[in-house]
């Protein structure tokens, strides 16, 4: 069993940074792919960044691309959501997931385990 608790939201000026924290405990990270989601109220939730713990290999979404980074510590069993240049379209409540690998290759669509979530508003 592993438990995923983020945090690190906040409030931040349009152009600021905010640094997002994963940490996992149970079970270290090292076979699974740590995505980032958001969902902002009325939106659908929406693939951010992955990385996968294996290879460090990174995803991202477009519109994030060069002003997100994310990335892991697996001594901390953590991943980081590093975003800077935040817009007016990047409010809403974050949420890390873990998918098993088995091969290289995650075990299933589905997610193992998600967290709770973390609040980012941006203010212009």
């Known amino acids: 069993q592993v438990q995923l608790v983020e945090s690190g939201g906040g409030l931040v000026q349009a152009g600021g940074s905010l640094r997002l924290s994963c940490a996992a405990s149970g079970r270290t990270l090292s076979n699974y792919a740590i995505d980032w989601f958001r969902q902002a109220p009325g939106k659908e939730r929406e693939f951010v960044a992955a990385i996968s713990m294996d290879d460090s290999s990174t995803y991202y979404l477009d519109s994030v691309k060069g002003r997100f980074t994310i990335s892991s510590d697996n001594a901390k069993n953590t991943v980081y959501l590093q975003m800077n240049n935040l817009k007016p379209e990047d409010p809403a409540v974050y949420y890390c997931?873990?998918?098993?690998?088995?091969?290289?290759?995650?075990?299933?669509?589905?997610?193992?385990?998600w967290g709770q979530g973390t609040q980012v508003t941006v203010s212009s």
């Open positions: 997931a873990a998918s098993r690998l088995v091969g290289g290759r995650r075990a299933s669509t589905l997610f193992d385990y």
